[in-house]
């Protein structure tokens, strides 16, 4: 991605009061979440390709952090259901988004809600880790990269029964698989300081 496109989406974020920073590397990133991890910090994160490819999960796992580990193994349906409750009272909330605008809004879609309710409202801080692949001009494109790219191939991954998972397409389906029940918009924040756009270079997620 140019260097122009990132400065004006950075730009553009600012003025919805969010900052971003741009990390070319993989690496500077990872140094970036080795130098924030204070001990003790409670950790939650949304379900993410994106974090797991740059490992940022097992990153968390290592750490002299509380994870509230989603993946961890044998975790029961109830135990999963508290750690989402938990995500709210967490000092730092992770997630990977599903498209982001050069005129500064996040785009996100969600299945049950768990991922894009803590980003919008309750962790004291919120980090949306963004590969320069999620970048659009604008709402039309945002919402075009999710019907055709985005959801189809999660809701593959996830092995809904969804007509999409056929067609590679979104079909507008009525399905009681459905993944697109929850769209969100974020564009503004009251505390300038809580939630910040990490900008990789490169393909990360889908
Ligand atoms: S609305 Fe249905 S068909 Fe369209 S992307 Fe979502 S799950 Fe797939």
């Known amino acids: 991605m140019n260097k122009e496109t990132i400065e ?14 741009h990390f070319p590397s993989k690496k500077e990133l990872v140094d970036y979440f080795i130098d924030n991890l204070k001990p003790n910090l409670t950790v939650g994160t ?106 189809p191939i999660d809701a593959k991954r996830l092995n809904k029964k969804t007509p999409c998972t056929k067609t590679g397409k979104c079909e507008d389906c009525k399905s009681p698989d459905k993944i697109c029940n929850y769209y969100t918009i974020i564009q503004g924040q009251f505390d300038q300081e809580r939630i910040k756009v990490l900008l990789l270079d490169g393909e990360y997620g889908f």
């Open 8 to 21: 004006q989406l950075i730009k553009s974020l600012k003025k919805n009061r969010i900052e971003a920073i």
């Open 46 to 151: 949304g379900d993410s390709l994106t974090l797991e490819q740059i490992g940022l999960f097992d990153l968390l796992r290592k750490s002299n952090i509380n994870f509230l580990d989603k993946y961890k193994k044998d975790i029961t349906k109830a135990e999963k259901a508290k750690l989402y409750r938990d995500n709210f009272s967490s000092d730092i909330f992770l997630s990977g988004i599903n498209a982001i605008t050069l005129e500064g809004k996040i785009f996100n879609l969600d299945g049950n809600g768990s991922r894009v309710a803590p980003i919008i409202y309750g962790p004291k801080k919120v980090l949306l880790i963004c590969g320069t692949n999620k970048i659009v001009q604008n709402d039309d494109e945002a919402i075009s990269r999710i019907k055709n790219i985005a959801a």
